[in-house]
């Protein structure tokens, strides 16, 4: 029985290893390609504080909150669903200054979609005094489907490189038996105060009180893949 068992044992790695083998053995040529795009960010989050110092002629916070919702409703912006209070815990924060004032504070972060919005959210925070506002991060909504549209670029700029390298060997490129995905990468914009963002010329509210939208761009998002692709020889 045991002889037996070894034997089954035996002729089981015996194959494994043939099989192995005859894949090791067969004529290849490997080549890797790498692909990459940039993209305009389709997401931008914005990082808005006000605040309310305790002195003479002070603006509380509630009002400053009511008017700056009021003024993102009359930009088109849904409030409800594209402004956050960052500091779920608690309504807001109070910090002491200089051992008499007290600071009072909240943070929100503000989902927009376009250059062009933002640049008229920045005017309308300026015309409010609400100046302390930061550029969060930016994405790319469809960076997933991008990344399999330039997946399929890369196997394709493989082969090419394959095809042009046996041609001189009068040798055919047949299937691919080994695919490797070993670097896929979506760099996002940096996210700071200016970080990301160029703003080109003034930009500022005309004598009639109508918005002039800030000349905005947003750094793009670069968006990349490699593959290293072995295809048989025939």
């Known amino acids: 029985m045991k002889k037996l068992t070894l034997l089954l044992l035996l002729i089981?790695?015996?194959?494994?290893?043939s099989q192995t083998k005859t894949f090791i053995d067969l004529p290849y040529i490997e080549t890797s390609a790498k692909v990459d795009t940039l993209v305009i960010p389709d997401?931008?989050?914005?990082?808005?504080?006000?605040?309310e110092k305790d002195s003479r002629g002070k603006v509380s916070?509630?009002?400053?909150e009511s008017k700056m919702n009021e003024k993102l409703k009359s930009l088109g912006i849904n409030v409800e669903t594209q402004l956050a209070l960052n500091d779920l815990a608690s309504n807001y924060k109070k910090y002491f200054f200089k051992q008499q004032d007290i600071l009072k504070y909240k943070n929100y972060t503000l989902?927009?979609?376009?250059?062009?919005i933002s640049g008229k959210v920045l005017i309308a925070l300026e015309e409010m005094e609400i100046s302390n506002v930061t550029l969060e991060k930016t994405e790319y909504s469809k960076s997933e489907k991008m990344l399999l549209i330039l997946k399929t670029k890369a196997i394709e700029k493989a082969k090419n490189q394959a095809i042009a390298m046996t041609k001189p060997l009068n040798q055919k490129v047949g299937n691919a038996i080994l695919i490797s995905d070993f670097n896929t990468e979506i760099l996002r914009g940096l996210a700071g105060s200016a970080s990301g963002i160029r703003?080109?010329?003034?930009?500022?509210?005309?004598?009639?009180?109508?918005?002039?939208?800030?000349?905005?761009?947003?750094e793009k998002i670069k968006i990349e893949t490699e593959l290293n692709v072995k295809f048989k020889l025939e």
């Open 199 to 218: 703003i080109r010329g003034a930009s500022s509210i005309s004598a009639n009180k109508e918005y002039i939208p800030a000349d905005i761009e947003f």
């Open 43 to 51: 997401r931008i989050y914005l990082n808005i504080s006000i605040t």
């Open 61 to 64: 916070v509630e009002e400053l």
């Open 12 to 17: 089981i790695t015996t194959k494994s290893i």
């Open 111 to 116: 989902l927009l979609f376009d250059a062009k």
